[in-house]
T-cell receptor, first 110, second 114 residues
Framework: QKEVEQNSGPLSVPEGAIASLNCTYSDRVSQSFFWYRQYSGKSPELIMSIYSNGDKEDGRFTAQLNKASQYVSLLIRDSQPSDSATYLCAVFTGFQKLVFGTGTRLLVSP | DAGVIQSPRHEVTEMGQEVTLRCKPISGHNSLFWYRQTMMRGLELLIYFNNNVPIDDSGMPEDRFSAKMPNASFSTLKIQPSEPRDSAVYFC???FGHGNEKLFFGSGTQLSVL
C-alpha cells in the first residue's frame, strides 16, 4: 500500500463548477496535511494546509480532513481555467517525513 | 528574496558521467530537501538536511547518489556514475521546519542521461 494515494485523473470539470480532489494515507499517526499545486513545467507551490479534523476554508479552496478514515480532500469552488494543474497531496507522517502523492491532474474547461 | 535557487536548469549528459546539481536555499531556512520527480513515481524524497546535518537519506537510491550541505546557503546532489534511469526532474526545497511547515521549491533541474 502506498503511503499517500491519489487518483491520477484527469478530472475534468466545466468552468464555474466545484472540483473535488481526494487523497488517502496509510500512516495513522500523521499530523499535518498539505495540498500543493503544480502547473506543467513548474515547481509545486503550497495552497492549503490542515492539521485537525474538519474543514478549513481559504477563498475558493476548502480542505477537509477525516483522520478516522485517513482521508483528505480539496474542494475548489467556482473552478476557473487557471486552476488547471496537477494537485499534489502531501502528508507529514509519523516517521517525520513529508510524503507526496503522485498527484491528480485537473482540467477546467471554459 | 530570490527564493530557492537551483542550477543548472537543464542537464544533458551521457551514461557514466558525473552530474552535480546545486541548490541555494532561502536565507534563514533551517531545512533543505532534495526531491526527484518522475511520471511513474511522482515526487520522491531523496534526502533532507536540518541545520546542515543529513537527517534522513533513506530515499537515496543507491551509492551512486551523494549529497552534501557544507554550509547553510549551499547544497549539492551528485550522481556518479549517471544512468539513463536517473533521468528526472530534481527539485530542491527549503523550509523552517522538518517538512511539517511550508516547503518552498526551486525551479528544478531537468536531467537527461543518454
Amino acid at each position: 500500500q502506498k503511503e499517500v494515494e491519489q487518483n491520477s485523473g484527469p478530472l475534468s470539470v466545466p468552468e464555474g463548477a466545484i472540483a473535488s480532489l481526494n487523497c488517502t494515507y496509510s500512516d495513522r499517526v500523521s499530523q499535518s496535511f498539505f495540498w500543493y499545486r503544480q502547473y506543467s513545467g513548474k515547481s509545486p507551490e503550497l495552497i492549503m494546509s490542515i492539521y485537525s479534523n474538519g474543514d478549513k476554508e481559504d477563498g475558493r479552496f476548502t480542505a477537509q480532513l477525516n483522520k478516522a478514515s485517513q482521508y483528505v480532500s480539496l474542494l475548489i469552488r467556482d473552478s476557473q481555467p487557471s486552476d488547471s494543474a496537477t494537485y499534489l497531496c502531501a502528508v507529514f507522517t509519523g516517521f517525520q517525513k513529508l510524503v507526496f502523492g503522485t498527484g491528480t491532474r485537473l482540467l477546467v474547461s471554459p | 528574496d530570490a527564493g530557492v535557487i537551483q542550477s543548472p536548469r537543464h542537464e544533458v549528459t551521457e551514461m557514466g558521467q558525473e552530474v552535480t546539481l546545486r541548490c541555494k536555499p532561502i536565507s534563514g531556512h533551517n531545512s533543505l530537501f532534495w526531491y526527484r520527480q518522475t511520471m511513474m513515481r511522482g515526487l520522491e524524497l531523496l534526502i533532507y538536511f536540518n541545520n546542515n546535518v543529513p537527517i534522513d537519506d533513506s530515499g537515496m537510491p543507491e551509492d551512486r547518489f551523494s549529497a552534501k550541505m557544507p554550509n547553510a546557503s549551499f547544497s549539492t546532489l551528485k550522481i556518479q556514475p549517471s544512468e539513463p534511469r536517473d533521468s528526472a526532474v530534481y527539485f530542491c526545497a527549503s523550509s523552517f521546519g522538518h517538512g511539517n511547515e511550508k516547503l518552498f521549491f526551486g525551479s528544478g533541474t531537468q536531467l537527461s542521461v543518454l
